[in-house]
C-alpha cells in the first residue's frame, strides 16, 4: 500500500494486457534486432524506434548525441515533484559491425540473432513503457515527468557517450532526474546497483631506433614495454579481487634487425571503488614512465619518450542495497514471484551513479547468453515476469512517494 494511493489495483488489468501482448513484444524484440546499430552509427535503429514512439502519440527529440528522447508529463493533480524527472534508459547500440549479418535462427525456444538480448530485449520493454506511460490512467497518477531516453554510444569505446551527454544536458537545464533505470538486456532478477568503472589505456614507447649491431645500447621501446608488462603483471596481483588490470594487446617493432622505434600496450583497469581505480591508473602510469627511464639508461641522450593516451574511460560508483531504489526494484522482482539478486557490471548506469544520481539496471524478462558474440540468443519462456517486474518497478517509481520517503 503507498501513502498516494488508496491501492494498486489501477495497475492489475494494465499488467493483465501486457502479458497478453507478450507475442507482440518479441516480435517488437526481432524487428529492432533486424536492425544493425553499431556503435557510433545507430540512427536506423534510432529512427524506427522514433516513429514507434510517435506512432502512439509521444513528442519525440533527438539531441546532439543522437539519443532519442519522450517525456511524459503528469496530467493529474497529484505531482508534487515537477522539476525532477524519473529517467528510464536503454541503449540501441550493438557491438557488431554493420557487416555483421543479422539473421533470425529459431532452434528449439532459442532465437539465435546478434543483438537479440543485449540490448534488443530492452529496446523492446522500451516500446512497452512507451505505451504503459501514455495510458490515461497511469499519467493521472503520475507525480513526476518520466524521461525515457535511447541512448547511443553505450558499448566498447562509444564510452557511455549517450548516457553522458543526456546527464550532462540535465545538469544545465536543471532537470538531475531523482533516479535512473536502466534497462539492459534480458532476465527478471537481477538489480545492478553497483557500477564497474574502468580505463582503458594504450601506452606507447617510442625512441630513435637503429641497427641491432651498429647501434647497439640505442633505448629499445619493446624492452621498456616488456619491462613494464612484467611490472604491471605483479601490480594486478597486488590489487586483486578488488581491483583488476590486465595488458590486452601489444605491439612492437618494425624489422627483424633493428632496434624499434616504437611498442605499445594497451591495458584495462577495472574496480567497484573509484579511489582504488584512481590508486592503480596512478601506479600504472610510475611503472610506464620508469620501464621507459631504465630502459634508457645505456643511452640518456637517447631516453625514450612515453605517452599514455585514454582510449576508454568508464566512471565506478554505487548505491547500498537499503536506498529506497534498490528496495522498490526488491519489491517488484517479488511481486513477480523472483528472488532479487544484487549485481555489479557497466552500464549507463554508470554514469548517474557516478554523479551520485541513484539508478539500477535491469533486465526486462526472459533469458539470453553468448552476448556480444555471433551466437548470441534468447528464450522467450517467463518473459512476462521481468516485463512485469520493469512496469511495476516503473509504475511505483513515477507515481508514488517511494524515492522521497
Ligand atoms: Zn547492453
Given at each position: 500500500m503507498t501513502t498516494t494511493d488508496s491501492g494498486k489495483d489501477w495497475l492489475t488489468p494494465l499488467l493483465a494486457t501486457w502479458r497478453g501482448r507478450r507475442a507482440w513484444v518479441f516480435d517488437q524484440q526481432i524487428a529492432i534486432a533486424r536492425i544493425a546499430a553499431p556503435t557510433g552509427n545507430e540512427s536506423d535503429r534510432a529512427a524506427m524506434l522514433q516513429q514507434d514512439w510517435r506512432d502512439v502519440g509521444h513528442t519525440v527529440t533527438q539531441d546532439r548525441a543522437g539519443n532519442v528522447i519522450a517525456r511524459v508529463a503528469p496530467t493529474?493533480?497529484?505531482?508534487?515533484?515537477?522539476?525532477s524527472p524519473l529517467v528510464c534508459l536503454a541503449h540501441l547500440d550493438t557491438v557488431f559491425s554493420a557487416e555483421q549479418p543479422l539473421c533470425v535462427r529459431q532452434d528449439g525456444p532459442r532465437t539465435y540473432c546478434p543483438g537479440i538480448s543485449d540490448n534488443g530485449r530492452g529496446l523492446a520493454a522500451m516500446s512497452v513503457l512507451a505505451r504503459f506511460l501514455r495510458h490515461p490512467d497511469v499519467r493521472a497518477r503520475l507525480q513526476r515527468p518520466v524521461e525515457l531516453v535511447l541512448t547511443v554510444g553505450e558499448e566498447g569505446e562509444g564510452n557511455l557517450r549517450g548516457a553522458t551527454q543526456w546527464f550532462d544536458d540535465a545538469a544545465v537545464r536543471g532537470g538531475t532526474p531523482v533516479a535512473a533505470v536502466v534497462i539492459d538486456g534480458p532476465g527478471d532478477r537481477t538489480i545492478v546497483h553497483h557500477a564497474v568503472g574502468s580505463r582503458r589505456w594504450r601506452i606507447t614507447f617510442t625512441g630513435v631506433g637503429g641497427h641491432s649491431w651498429a647501434n647497439a645500447?640505442?633505448?629499445?621501446p619493446v624492452h621498456a614495454a616488456g619491462a613494464c608488462i612484467a611490472a604491471i603483471a605483479r601490480l594486478a596481483d597486488a590489487h586483486r579481487p578488488f581491483g583488476t588490470v590486465a595488458v590486452t594487446r601489444m605491439h612492437g617493432g618494425e624489422h627483424l634487425t633493428g632496434v624499434p622505434t616504437q611498442a605499445w600496450i594497451d591495458i584495462d583497469l577495472r574496480s567497484l571503488d573509484p579511489d582504488r581505480l584512481g590508486t592503480m591508473s596512478g601506479e600504472v602510469e610510475r611503472l610506464a614512465r620508469r620501464a621507459a627511464r631504465d630502459a634508457s639508461h645505456t643511452s640518456p641522450t637517447q631516453a625514450l619518450h612515453c605517452a599514455i593516451t585514454v582510449i576508454g574511460e568508464r566512471p565506478a560508483g554505487r548505491i547500498e542495497s537499503r536506498h529506497p531504489l534498490v528496495t522498490a526494484a526488491e519489491s517488484a522482482t517479488r511481486a513477480v514471484g523472483r528472488e532479487p539478486q544484487s549485481a555489479s557490471a557497466s552500464t549507463d548506469a554508470n554514469v548517474p551513479l557516478a554523479r551520485g544520481i541513484p539508478a539500477i539496471a535491469i533486465g526486462a524478462g526472459g533469458t539470453g547468453r553468448a552476448?556480444?558474440?555471433?551466437?548470441e540468443w534468447y528464450d522467450d519462456t517467463g518473459s512476462e515476469f521481468g516485463l512485469e517486474r520493469a512496469i511495476r518497478l516503473v509504475a511505483a517509481l513515477a507515481t508514488t512517494d517511494v524515492l522521497v520517503r
Open positions: 493529474g493533480e497529484r505531482h508534487r515533484f515537477e522539476g645500447g640505442t633505448p629499445n552476448m556480444h558474440t555471433a551466437d
